[in-house]
């Protein structure tokens, strides 16, 4: 086959503009530090790619549901070291003032002090955490109880409120208001502390003195359910460890996948602008004056 001058400039013009895109290639790849810039580079690495972003982005947002599902245990922790406060500080008045030995105007005090208990006691069972009631199950926009739940009825929801910590893995964050202030009825906290309060107004010292068993059975429902927080709280530690793990290692395979290897890629850019450089002094050698040329 015959070979022509201009078969031989269109070879050199291709293969020169082959070591021109090879040149270009990793100097992208070490200006943008990755070795994926774009679907056609690694069509195989890509996907892997886009699979690492898509667990990473999951894992963060486990992560975050996490953290928002420990700070509102955290508020129901509080709440129910607070209740339980109020019940001890009940319980020492109704030991002051069941006593025969109290004067009256003593006995109108702590009377004074267990209705102001009471309020705080039904401002806890209306407690809020970001704007939900966190004692009435599902119905977190829906106030529990009423100003005066020990002679006004109501209803408490008993759903459960949960968040995704995980794939198909969900915690339960709410406790319900029973477990805490009691059922409603003679049991309740409310009730409890009512009829203290009604024992001590009318001198009463056998209801004040029934008064403190029950207060205690009811700390020892706060315990419980202070407990079984702290229960929940323990597992979301483990399960954070956890998401953190995973992250790491998806940001570690992401970044084996698209990040370029550095001393790899300029052994690679060196080579190439050798390759370019050889290539045009090949062409500026074999390009030699044509007759045409003399003729001009």
Known sequence: MRITQSMMGKSMMTNLQTNYKRLDKYQEQLMTNRRLNRPSDDPVGVASALHYRAEISSTTQFADNVQDADSFMKFTDSVINEATQAIQKLSELAVQGGTDTVPDDARENIARETEQLYKHLVSLGNSQFKGKYIFNGQRINQQPYPDDPAN??????????????????????????????GAQGADSVFAIVDNMRKGLV???????????????????????????????????????SRLDDLNLNYIDLQSKTEDIDMPKTITELKTAESIFQASLDTIARISRPSLLDFLR
């Open 202 to 240: 009318n001198d009463n010292t056998s209801d004040i003195a029934a008064s403190i068993p029950k207060l205690q059975g009811i700390l020892e429902k706060l315990t419980l359910a202070q407990a079984e927080v702290g229960a929940k709280q323990n597992r979301l530690e483990f399960t954070t």
């Open 152 to 181: 006004q009825a109501y209803s408490l929801d008993t759903g459960v409120v949960q968040y995704q910590v995980g794939a198909g893995i969900y915690v339960d964050v709410n406790t319900l208001g029973d477990k805490v202030f």
